[in-house]
C-alpha cells in the first residue's frame, strides 16, 4: 500500500489535488482536517475538551454544536492556548488516522492519501511513504485565505504565520505541486506526479 502525504499551507488547494487523486485514481483520503471536526462534535473528546477549557458560554452556539470560530479567535491569538490546543488535539487525530490506514490495508486498499495540513510541524511526515507539498505564492495564498474565510488580513497573516513556511516546506517534500496557476496546470502536474509514483513502484 502506497500511502502519499499531502500537505502544504493553509488555503494553497490541497482539497482540490486530493479530490482528483480520488476522482481519478480511486485513492482512499484520510483528511486530518475532517476527522478534527468529528472529533469536536457534541459530545466527543475534542469538543468535550474544548468547552472544559472555555466554557460552553464562550465557545458553544445555542444548538450546542462548537463555534470554531470563537475557538479560532482564541488560540491564534495566544501562544500558550494555541500549545494546549495542539497538544490535545494532535494525538486524538493521529491515533484515529493510524487507526483508518490500519484499515485500509485490510481492505486491500493500493493507494492512500494523507491529506495533513501540519504533516511536518507535528512530526508525522514518517507515516506515509511519499510527502507530496501544495505550493502556492505568499500573495496568492493571502488572498485566497482572505475570500474563503471572510477574515481580515491580519487574521490571516497570523493563521499563516502558525504554520511552517511553504518555502521550507518545499525543501522537504518529495513532491511539489504548484498551484499558483490555472487549475488545468495543477491537474497536469498531479497526473505526471501521480504516474511517476507508479512507475517507481
Not at 14 to 26: A, P
Not at 115 to 130: A, C, I, Q, Y
Not at 144 to 153: A, C, F, Q, T, V
Request: proline share 2%.
Amino acid at each position: 500500500m502506497r500511502v502519499i502525504g499531502l500537505t502544504g499551507g493553509i488555503a494553497c488547494g490541497k482539497s482540490t489535488v486530493s479530490h482528483q487523486l480520488s476522482e481519478e485514481y480511486g485513492a482512499m483520503i484520510l483528511d486530518a482536517d475532517v476527522i478534527a471536526y468529528q472529533l469536536a462534535e457534541p459530545g466527543n473528546m475534542l469538543w468535550s475538551a474544548f468547552i472544559g477549557r472555555y466554557g460552553k458560554e464562550r465557545v458553544s452556539r445555542c444548538d450546542g454544536t462548537l463555534n470554531r470560530s470563537a475557538v479560532a479567535e482564541i488560540v491564534f491569538q495566544n501562544p500558550e492556548e494555541k500549545r494546549w490546543m495542539d497538544a490535545t488535539a494532535h494525538p486524538m487525530i493521529r491515533q484515529r488516522l493510524l487507526d483508518e490506514l490500519d484499515h485500509c490495508k485490510a481492505q486491500g486498499k493500493q493507494v492512500v492519501v494523507l491529506d495533513v495540513p501540519l504533516l511536518f510541524e507535528v512530526g508525522w511526515e514518517t507515516l506515509p511513504t511519499e510527502v507530496w507539498v501544495v505550493y502556492v505564492k505568499a500573495e496568492i495564498q493571502l488572498r485566497r485565505l482572505m475570500e474563503r474565510n471572510g477574515i481580515s488580513e491580519e487574521m490571516a497573516r497570523a493563521r499563516i504565520a502558525a504554520q511552517m513556511s511553504l518555502d521550507e516546506k518545499k525543501k522537504r517534500a518529495d513532491v511539489v505541486i504548484d498551484n499558483s496557476g490555472s487549475r488545468e496546470e495543477t491537474m497536469m502536474q498531479v497526473r505526471e506526479a501521480f504516474t511517476h509514483l507508479h512507475s517507481e513502484s
